[in-house]
């Protein structure tokens, strides 16, 4: 292998770290006197990138790595995922759910118990409220994409831990890199502070639009919330008109 070809190995995978990706599953097959020997399927992470070796005696053929260009590519990565604690008393990952194709997306917190038992985002009653809300767009949830910043629900419906979103979050930017969505409707205060960085409560930040690695990003009330204060719905209405007014800019 010549340099230019590890140098490009390198630089790919110091881009995955920046971006919160450090283990993605390549072939590497070793070569030395005795011939080639098939290290089979294995992780390496971005740590390793300044490690590959230079061009020396030892031959390394590198397969190139599998560049994630959809949905599926995202999940079958994830796998069975173990990264955090939340794995160990989920039933189902929540990966996401709705149109690959999406030009709206709503990323809410955590799975919640209905959830965990289906595997999908919104099933329960707070899903059945965001039904009616896309519903009110003059959307159907086939529409949109439908995702959360967790994908295992915490104990108890507990609030999400840093180091949970932490681990969780990147699988999260590359479904919203596929997706590339036009407008990112950030559901509730995790999903919004995460997003845009930043510990502002979500009645501060609802309403008004930012930017998210270029999307726009209208964060507004959770619907679990809005279960638990319905005078608010009205808000959620306003911010949602806003949505759809940029949306048919299109």
Known sequence: MNQETLNNIKDYLIYLKE??????PIELV??????????????????????LPEADDTVWAVHEPT?????????KMIGDCKKCRLHQKRKNIAFGSGNEKAEI?????????????????????????????IEAMGLKRDDVYIANIIKCRPPNNRNPLE???????????????????????ALGTFAAQTLLKTKEKISSLRG???TYEGIKLMPTFHPAYLLRNPTDKK??????????AEYRKR
């Open 19 to 24: 971006i919160g990706i450090n283990e993605l």
């Open 67 to 75: 560049i994630l260009r959809t949905l599926e590519d995202v999940r």
């Open 235 to 244: 808000y959620t209405w306003e911010d949602v008109q806003k949505i759809m």
């Open 208 to 210: 008004k639009f930012y």
């Open 163 to 185: 180091d949970e979103i932490s681990a969780c979050e990147p699988f999260l930017k590359e479904q919203l890199r596929i997706i590339n969505p036009k407008i990112i409707c």
């Open 105 to 133: 997306v709503f990323v809410g917190e955590a799975p919640g118990e209905d959830e965990d038992i289906q595997g999908k985002p919104f099933v329960g009653k707070a899903g059945q409220l965001l039904t009616k809300i």
């Open 30 to 51: 070793r070569a030395d006197t005795e011939g080639l020997k098939s290290g089979g399927q294995t992780y390496l992470s971005a740590e390793q990138a300044g490690r």
